[in-house]
């Protein structure tokens, strides 16, 4: 299933990586993104999780989840490539594993997934969790 073919209310997220070094980066990004959800300013944005200081889920290293709708994607790849920050889109299928790989888009040098803890196809918890709670 491309992208092409997903209707514009069909499910997306990003993940969005930091360090050390790009943590500030990382901080003022999530408080920009978290204000447009409050405000309302920018449509189809549904939640910004919180920022982890370490891995989660399949991310090895310290990310903070954007769920959005697929028609909020060019808006939020223009917003995550002016942040210079790493970050993976993809949408939310039924094959959780097809969706952080080759259904993934990547903004930036890709961060190598643990992909022992997706989820079987057929199975995804994102869908169940979108727009109520990230992990």
């Known amino acids: 299933m491309g992208h092409e073919s997903l209707s514009p209310t069909h499910p997306y997220h990003a ?23 409050v405000a309302g300013s920018l449509p189809n944005l549904v939640l910004v ?12 290293i310290p990310q903070f989840e954007i769920q959005f709708l697929a028609a909020a994607v060019p808006d939020i790849t223009r917003i995550l490539e002016k942040s210079g920050l790493r970050a993976l889109i993809h949408p939310l299928t039924d094959d959780d594993l097809a969706d952080h790989t080759t259904l993934a888009v990547w903004l930036g040098e890709p961060v190598p997934m643990d992909e022992s803890v997706l989820d079987p196809p057929g199975q995804n918890q994102g869908i169940a969790r979108f727009g109520k709670v990230e992990f």
């Open 49 to 60: 999780g919180k920022m982890y200081d370490t891995g989660v889920g399949p991310h090895p």
């Open 15 to 37: 993940h969005v990586y930091y360090d050390d070094r790009t943590w500030d980066t990382a901080q003022r990004l999530h408080q920009e993104l978290s204000n447009m959800v």
